[in-house]
Antibody
Framework: QVQLQESGPGLVKPSQTLSLTCTVS??????????WSWIRQPAGKGLEWIGR???????NYNPSLKSRVTISVDTSKNQFSLKLSSVTAADTAVYYC?????????????WGQGTMVTVSS | SYVLTQPPSVSVAPGQTARITCGGNNIGSKSVHWYQQKPGQAPVLVVYDDSDRPSGIPERFSGSNSGNTATLTISRVEAGDEADYYCQVWDSSSDPPWVFGGGTKLTVL
């Protein structure tokens, strides 16, 4: 079955750029039936959708983060990535990658295990 | 942006029925999805499209949606159901289009 796995540094300095990659296994990221998203969750708080990418490369970002976010896809590696610039302590969170199914009204049916990112000097 | 409102907490005794609500303007016109999240784990989809269950989710989990309120119902609650529950909608006319509720902590007494 399809699995997602996040990877990247667990510690990022303030003002620097957070970079994470999500590797898709057991299926192709190029399938036209899905969007691929990043979602984050600060400790003890709720879920925040960051943005999504389609296999074509089209993107959509949360307006609250849009000026700092870039999501890209590498279909040859079956991966998609997140870059968040100018980070502050408020960006400290568990970051999840997730797949949403177009035929399920964009429900997130598969999630990665999540990766903790701390912003600190 | 579209706003989803959930109660912070719900408590229920084992074997009873838990109902977790998700409020939103005319939410009945949208498809609502529900996720269960246990401590230290990623969320798991338990109900999609208001009332459908993914494979492997017990029939004890059900959903409904009408008017301004969607409801996740958990029948015959077990200790293992204690978790945070989040509702979510996708609204193409909203920015952002993917929106989560604030989450509800279900406590099994």
């Amino acid at each position: 079955q399809v699995q997602l796995q996040e990877s990247g540094p667990g510690l990022v300095k303030p003002s620097q750029t957070l970079s994470l990659t999500c590797t898709v296994s057991g299926g192709s990221i190029s399938s036209g039936s899905y969007y691929w998203s990043w979602i984050r969750q600060p400790a003890g708080k709720g879920l925040e959708w960051i943005g999504r990418i389609y296999t074509s490369g089209s993107t959509n970002y949360n307006p609250s983060l849009k000026s700092r976010v870039t999501i890209s896809v590498d279909t040859s590696k079956n991966q998609f990535s997140l870059k968040l610039s100018s980070v502050t302590a408020a960006d400290t969170a568990v970051y999840y990658c997730a797949r949403s199914q177009i035929t399920m009204n964009h429900a997130f049916d598969i999630w990665g295990q999540g990766t903790m990112v701390t912003v600190s000097s | 942006s579209y706003v989803l409102t959930q109660p912070p907490s719900v408590s229920v005794a084992p074997g009873q029925t838990a109902r977790i609500t998700c409020g939103g303007n005319n939410i009945g016109s949208k498809s609502v999805h529900w996720y269960q999240q246990k401590p230290g784990q990623a969320p798991v989809l338990v109900v999609y499209d208001d009332s459908d269950r993914p494979s492997g989710i017990p029939e004890r989990f059900s959903g409904s949606n009408s008017g301004n309120t969607a409801t996740l119902t958990i029948s015959r609650v077990e200790a293992g159901d204690e978790a945070d529950y989040y509702c979510q909608v996708w609204d193409s006319s909203s920015d952002p289009p993917w929106v989560f509720g604030g989450g509800t902590k279900l406590t099994v007494l």
